[in-house]
């Protein structure tokens, strides 16, 4: 009798909660994939501004990156595409295109002029502003695809692009071979 009155309370107690917990992951999951507002927080960053097509330069941003990371004993970090224009895709040919690759840095990091070749490598901040920011999952060839459901989400919403536009690289070629598993926030920034 005991142990049936304990075998019930712990189905009574359990049930509600694996019921809560498969609820709360299956919505974030979803709004994983939804467009969103939010206050991107401001930091230090370690920049290398690049001019050319993205599809030839991120190989060189991303080598440098890992390369000045390991020198200045970096923690593994995202990689981000920041466009200081946010029309700069459509307006400015590809190989025109000046794109600051960065990654965020402690405050204390140092050491840059014990780097070579530093013309194009520098510290930078980031003031917190107001972003758009959508998570496109797979080839990049579709990007366009997401950025006009940000755009129209960001209209909705009563803001207007107003800055830079930004690519947060999570999962890339150097970490998943297949393109269509690839995940890049896209990030505008907005203004009321």
Do not use: C
Not at 1 to 16: E, G, I
Not at 88 to 113: C, F, H, I, K, N
Not at 155 to 160: F, L, M, P, Q, V
């Amino acid at each position: 009798m005991k142990k049936t009155l304990l075998l019930v309370k712990t189905v009574v107690f359990l049930l509600p909660a694996i019921a809560f917990i498969t609820y709360y992951n299956l919505r974030m999951d979803r709004e994983r994939y939804a467009p969103h507002i939010y206050t991107l927080t401001g930091g230090r960053v370690l920049v290398v501004k690049i001019t050319g097509d993205p599809d030839i330069t991120m190989e060189t941003a991303g080598t440098t990156m890992y390369s000045v990371g390991r020198i200045l004993k970096l923690s593994p970090s995202y990689m981000s595409a920041r466009h200081l224009q946010w029309n700069q895709r459509d307006t400015t040919p590809r190989q025109d295109w000046v794109v600051d690759y960065s990654r965020m840095v402690p405050e204390t990091a140092v050491g840059l002029a014990d780097i070579k070749d530093t013309v194009n490598i520098f510290y930078d901040r980031r003031e917190k502003t107001e972003i758009g920011e959508i998570l496109h999952v797979g080839h990049y060839d579709a990007i366009p695809d997401s950025l006009e459901k940000l755009r129209q989400f960001i209209d909705k919403e009563g803001y207007k692009l107003s800055g830079f536009y930004e690519e947060v690289y999570i999962v890339f070629e150097q970490i998943e071979p297949n393109p269509y598993k690839y995940e890049t926030l896209l990030r505008y920034q907005i203004a009321k």
